[in-house]
C-alpha cells in the first residue's frame, strides 16, 4: 500500500472555541480564521455572555478582530444561569444571534461561577429550547467536591446527563470534549439527539503528559486528561466514521503569567495547530479516510448546517509549532506542544 502523503477535505469547522476578548482575542483568532470557517465561540467571558444583545456585540467584537482577508464566522453561544431568560433564548435562536446554549455546572471550570448549581432550575428553558430544537452543549464534569477529579466525567453521565435526557429525550446534546470510554459507550448508546466533541489534546496525551519531568501546567485543561486506556477509546471512536463525533478543540488561551503559577488556569491553547495535529491521529489511526467526516460533515450535520463549500488541502511535510503567540502589551501564550514538531501542514 502506498502511504497517504495529501489529502483534500472540505473547509472544516471548530465547534468548541475559546476567543476570549480585547488583546487576547486579537492575537488567537487569526489562528483559528485561517484554518476553520465557522467555529462555536464559547460565552466564559467575565461576566459570561447571558444575552442575546450581548452575544450580538460580542459577535461584532469578534468580527472587527478579524484579519482583512479572513473569511470566517463565529457562531455564538448562551451561557446558562440559574435565572436564565427562556424567551430571550429561544428568540436568539430563532433570529440566528444564538447557534446553541452552553451549560457550565457552577464551579466546574474557567469563569464557571455563574454557571447552573441545579438542573431542575433550568428545566423550563431545556425544554423550550428542545422544543426550538436548540442545541445544549455541555461540560460535562461533576462538581461535587468529594468526587475524585479524574472521575467527574464518569460520575456526571450518570448523576446528571443520562437523567436529563431521560427527561427531555427531544433535546438536542453535545457532550463536549469527552475524556473518557465511559463517555464514549454513553454518546453510542443513545440515540441521534447525542453527540460529542473530541479535543486534539485529548486524542494526543494521557495524564502522564502532566508529570513529565516535572508539573506541566501547559498539559493542564478541564477536563483533565485521563489514564491512556481512555485516550485510545476516543482515537478509536473519532476514527471509527460515526457521525456521532465532531472536531472541537477546546483551544482555551491563557497568558503565560496565569498558566505558569502557583493556582495555573486550565485551559490548552490548541489553535495554532490544531488541524495539522489531528490530522496526524488520523494518519497514525490509518484512518485519514474518515478524516474528512470528523473535522467538516458531522458537525454541520448534527447542527442542520451545510457544509462548507471549499476545501482546504494538508500535505505530509515537517514543519514546528511555534514557540510562543505574543499578545499586545508584552504577554504571550504558549500553544499546545510548543516547538515540537508537526508531521502534516496545511497547504495555503
Ligand atoms: C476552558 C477555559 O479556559 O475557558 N478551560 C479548559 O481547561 N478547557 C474552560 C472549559 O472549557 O472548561
Ligand atoms: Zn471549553
Redesign the pocket.
Known amino acids: 500500500m502506498t502511504e497517504t502523503t495529501d489529502i483534500t477535505i472540505r473547509h472544516p469547522d471548530d465547534w468548541?472555541l475559546?476567543l476570549r476578548d480585547g488583546d487576547m482575542l486579537k492575537a488567537v483568532l487569526p489562528f483559528t480564521a485561517r484554518r476553520f470557517a465557522r467555529a462555536i465561540v464559547?460565552p466564559?467571558l467575565d461576566p459570561p455572555v447571558t444575552t442575546a444583545a450581548a452575544a450580538e456585540a460580542y459577535r461584532d467584537r469578534i468580527t472587527a478582530a478579524l484579519p482583512a482577508d479572513a473569511s470566517f464566522t463565529p457562531l455564538m453561544t448562551c451561557y446558562l444561569t440559574d435565572d436564565a431568560d427562556a424567551g430571550d433564548i429561544v428568540d436568539g435562536f430563532a433570529t440566528g444571534i444564538f447557534t446553541a446554549v452552553k451549560l457550565?455546572p457552577a464551579g466546574?471550570?474557567?469563569?464557571?461561577a455563574y454557571g447552573v448549581t441545579d438542573m431542575g432550575k433550568v428545566l423550563g428553558v431545556l425544554e423550550r429550547m428542545a422544543s426550538a430544537g436548540m442545541p445544549l452543549l455541555v461540560?460535562g464534569e461533576a462538581t461535587d467536591p468529594g468526587v475524585d477529579v479524574f472521575d467527574r466525567e464518569a460520575v456526571f453521565i450518570d448523576r446528571t446527563l443520562a437523567p436529563l435526557l431521560d427527561r427531555l429525550p427531544g433535546l438536542k446534546v453535545v457532550f463536549?470534549?469527552i475524556t473518557t470510554s465511559d463517555a464514549v459507550d454513553f454518546v453510542l448508546s443513545r440515540g441521534d439527539n447525542l453527540a460529542a466533541t473530541v479535543t486534539v489534546h485529548h486524542l494526543t496525551i494521557n495524564r502522564n503528559a502532566l508529570f513529565e519531568a516535572g508539573i506541566n501546567p501547559h498539559m493542564?485543561?478541564?477536563?483533565v486528561a485521563k489514564r491512556e486506556p481512555h485516550r485510545l477509546a476516543l482515537r478509536k471512536a473519532v476514527t471509527s466514521g460515526s457521525v456521532k463525533f465532531f472536531l472541537g478543540t477546546?483551544s482555551?488561551?491563557?497568558a503565560l503569567t496565569a498558566k505558569e503559577a502557583a493556582c495555573g488556569?486550565?485551559?490548552?491553547f490548541s489553535a495554532p495547530a490544531a488541524l495539522e495535529h489531528y490530522a496526524q491521529v488520523f494518519d497514525e489511526e490509518n484512518a485519514l479516510d474518515h478524516f474528512e467526516a470528523f473535522a467538516s460533515l458531522n458537525g454541520p450535520k448534527f447542527y442542520g448546517l451545510a457544509p462548507n463549500e471549499g476545501q482546504i488541502t494538508l500535505t505530509k511535510t515537517a514543519g514546528t509549532v511555534p514557540d510562543n503567540v505574543a499578545v499586545k502589551g508584552g504577554g504571550a501564550v504558549k500553544p499546545f506542544l510548543a516547538g515540537q514538531p508537526l508531521e502534516w501542514a496545511v497547504v495555503d
Open positions: 468548541h475559546h464559547m466564559n457550565f466546574a471550570t474557567t469563569n464557571s461540560h463536549e470534549h493542564y485543561c478541564l477536563p477546546d482555551a488561551p491563557h488556569c486550565a485551559g490548552i
